[in-house]
């Protein structure tokens, strides 16, 4: 105030014209002030907000339904089982999250194949797999992905003991994580919940839930760079064999033109693993569709309808296998290839399991073609994603003739005993029927 008195008066008493800017400057800054303080709200030791170059910030942590705290956090197992089983575990562990309101701290995979076994266990960070920031700006707002680092009080752990057996039922699942949501238990920073591999909780959430989180999950560079090389590979290879083949007329009369072959991807399930799993999935379900011998799977791909000549990569567990004659006995026009017939195995050779079906999962996904076992996660996952993909853009009639990304299930008889259309029922209240197989595929 006083530098308003002596501005005031130096103007009384004719004072220059660079005292006069001056005061000029000293009324602006005033003004500001004034303004800031009628119009701005009080600092953040009163109400947790503060402004920062006049870009309003909240610093208190959004409510449940706007997004999701980032000061409060979930803790769970290290997520194991296969690939595919991994990231249906993964996914339920960020819903089950997002409905405690809570941060899921970076949880642990597993490298290894086998599970039973604890000192077969092979941890591997989440980050070493999935781009972590990624995950969480595709994901913003909806599940939300934190690191230990992140923690201010470690003492303050909840344990939370997820339960078993037939008495534990998806509702009371469901209300044990409603009260987990609130009240004293909702104060601790962490909450960590012992028990089952994620993969085997109840689930709560549709198909379109855990589709937004799988759609979250992009491989780090390295592990997506090596799949690019051996899509690469199987397309050269389609090119020099549609180069050296006969001419293809198009349909509206153009010049003939050399095309490359497409390429049908194989998720063949003829593993010794998975052929004692499914007999005795078969026994208990009373059913005879769920296995399919090497035979029956060739015959049924080489059924499938429109499709004369084409280059089949089959995705196969090699060190599962019982012979190497999955490259024998296909349809005239159906070319057979593994990782090693294309030149790839080293590739696959230097890395884990799970990264091994990682890299798998990238080849079939962006195939032409498609063809799996409804009973297999890995299959079930890979058709989730192309039915996605569909649906992304505008395709009306999914099991049509014509469409893009086409999926098959050849442990179902389809037309003219090919396999049959599948696209996932993205609809469907639970991840259920994905999770644990089944003959209901809606073509």
């Not at 953040?44 to 910030?57: A, H, K, M, R, T």
């Not at 020099?240 to 497409?262: A, K, T």
């Not at 050779?349 to 890995?378: H, M, W």
Request: with cysteine; charged share 20%.
């Amino acid at each position: 105030m006083e530098v308003l008195f002596n501005c005031k008066l130096s103007q009384l008493m004719g004072g220059g014209a660079v005292r006069s800017l001056a005061c000029k400057c000293v009324f602006l800054l005033v003004a500001v002030l004034i303004l800031r303080a009628l119009l701005i709200p009080p600092s953040p030791g009163f109400g947790g907000v503060e402004w920062s170059n006049l870009v309003y910030i909240n610093n208190n942590p959004p409510s449940f339904g706007y997004g999701v705290r980032q000061d409060k956090f979930l803790e769970v197992p290290q997520i194991v089982w296969g690939l595919n089983n991994q990231k249906i575990a993964f996914a339920r562990a960020c819903l089950t999250a997002r409905m405690l309101n809570r941060t899921l701290l970076m949880p642990s995979l597993s490298a290894s194949l086998f599970y039973k076994k604890i000192d077969l266990l092979q941890p591997i960070s989440f980050d070493k797999v999935f781009q972590f920031d990624k995950f969480n700006a595709m994901c913003s707002g909806f599940v939300h992905l934190g690191l230990y680092a992140d923690l201010l009080n470690r003492t303050r752990v909840l344990e939370m003991q997820k339960g078993s057996g037939r008495k534990w039922t998806v509702q009371r699942d469901l209300d044990q994580l409603r009260q987990h949501s609130q009240g004293e238990f909702d104060d601790h920073e962490v909450i960590r919940i012992v028990g089952k591999n994620p993969f085997l909780w109840h689930d709560h959430w549709p198909v379109k839930d855990y589709a937004k989180v799988f759609e979250c999950l992009v491989l780090i560079d390295e592990i997506g760079q090596e799949a690019d090389r051996v899509v690469s590979r199987i397309r050269a290879i389609g090119r020099e064999i549609g180069s050296n083949s006969e001419l293809v007329e198009l349909e509206n009369d153009r010049p003939s033109i050399f095309q490359p072959l497409p390429y049908v991807a194989v998720h063949m399930r003829v593993e010794i693993d998975w052929m004692i799993h499914c007999k005795k999935l078969e026994q208990r379900l009373n059913t005879n569709q769920i296995c399919s011998s090497k035979k029956e799977i060739m015959e049924r791909v080489g059924n499938i309808k429109g499709l004369k000549t084409s280059l089949v990569y089959l995705a196969v567990a090699d060190k599962l296998l019982q012979n190497s004659s999955i490259l024998e006995g296909w349809e005239e026009g159906f070319l057979p290839y593994e990782k090693k017939k294309l030149g790839v195995d080293g590739i696959y050779k230097k890395y884990p399991y799970l990264i091994q079906s990682a890299i798998d999962y990238e080849v079939c996904l962006r195939a032409d073609i498609f063809v799996g076992n409804s009973f297999s996660t890995f299959s079930s996952l890979i058709v989730l994603e192309r039915t996605q993909k569909m649906i992304r853009t505008g395709v009306n009639n999914m099991c049509g003739t014509d469409v893009r990304w086409p999926s098959y299930a050849y442990n179902i008889a389809g037309e003219s005993n090919g396999p049959m259309r599948w696209v996932t029922n993205m609809s469907h209240s639970s991840l259920q029927e994905i999770s644990y197989g089944t003959n209901h595929i809606s073509c």
